[in-house]
């Protein structure tokens, strides 16, 4: 079956580093996308990895184990407004995307 | 950047009444269009996918006659929910893939959703 694994809720502080994990069981793999939603919006993109490794995007960056089947997503310099859940996807061998059931973050001062 | 429209963004029907919610692509061409439903503190759940010129794929436990897709161009998809209920009150978003999108470009672009509530 297809399974994507991540926490339900962290908490972290204001300025510090968060790492959300993301464990993925799917059929056939062509990469993993972090997306962030607001409470009572849609998603947005934030990250997309098909290669092992570490891709940064200014204060956010993701990583990817293919053969682990594992990625992270990590916050630095955590805000007040990077509270939200955190979604993550894994894009199938039919190219659709299998979601996880996402990550609330929480942001203290 | 890509962008994607839905409409209404919120509206309130009465049981029993059907309602039409529209997704369009405005910048781009889009093969495929996603409908998804998120009920509160849950993630998305996959309900259909759209494809133009094509009948829609749903998702099992997902009622085809209930919720009718038509994607009748490459930037507008909609969503009808017949005969709603008061269950099926929900945020329902739909999302679209790029016509142009390859191996490393499936990421879908996100409608800002729209809020039914069914009295």
């Known amino acids: 079956g297809q399974n994507i694994d991540q926490p339900t809720e962290m908490t972290a502080t204001e300025g510090a580093i968060v790492q959300i994990n993301c464990t993925y069981q799917?059929?056939?793999?062509?990469?993993l996308f972090w997306y962030q939603q607001h409470a009572g919006e849609a998603p947005t993109f934030l990250s997309y990895?098909?290669l092992d490794g570490l891709e940064e995007k200014g204060r956010f960056s993701s990583f990817l184990s293919r053969s682990k089947g594992y990625s992270y997503l990590l916050l630095k310099e955590l805000q007040m407004k990077d509270s939200a859940s955190y979604l993550c996807?894994?894009?199938?061998?039919?190219?659709?995307?299998?979601w996880g059931a996402g990550t609330k973050l929480i942001i203290k001062p | 950047g890509a962008v994607v429209s839905q409409h209404p963004s919120r509206v309130i029907c009465k049981s029993g009444t059907s309602v039409k919610i529209e997704c369009r692509s405005l910048?781009?061409?889009?093969?495929?269009m996603f409908w998804y439903r998120q009920f509160p503190k849950q993630s998305l759940m996959l309900m259909a996918t759209?494809?133009?010129?094509?009948?829609?794929?749903?998702e099992q436990g997902v009622e085809k006659d209930k919720f009718l897709i038509n994607h009748a161009s490459l930037t507008l998809s909609t969503l009808t929910v017949t005969s709603a209920h008061p269950e099926d009150s929900s945020f329902y978003i739909c999302?679209?893939?790029?016509?142009?999108?390859?191996?490393?470009?499936?990421?879908?672009?996100f409608g800002p959703g729209t809020r039914l509530t069914v009295t």
């Open positions: 799917t059929s056939g793999f062509n990469g």
């Open positions: 759209s494809n133009e010129g094509s009948k829609a794929t749903y």
């Open positions: 996807a894994s894009l199938d061998s039919n190219y659709q995307l299998i």
């Open positions: 990895n098909v």
């Open positions: 910048d781009f061409q889009a093969t495929t």
């Open positions: 999302s679209a893939r790029d016509i142009r999108g390859s191996g490393d470009s499936y990421e879908q672009y």
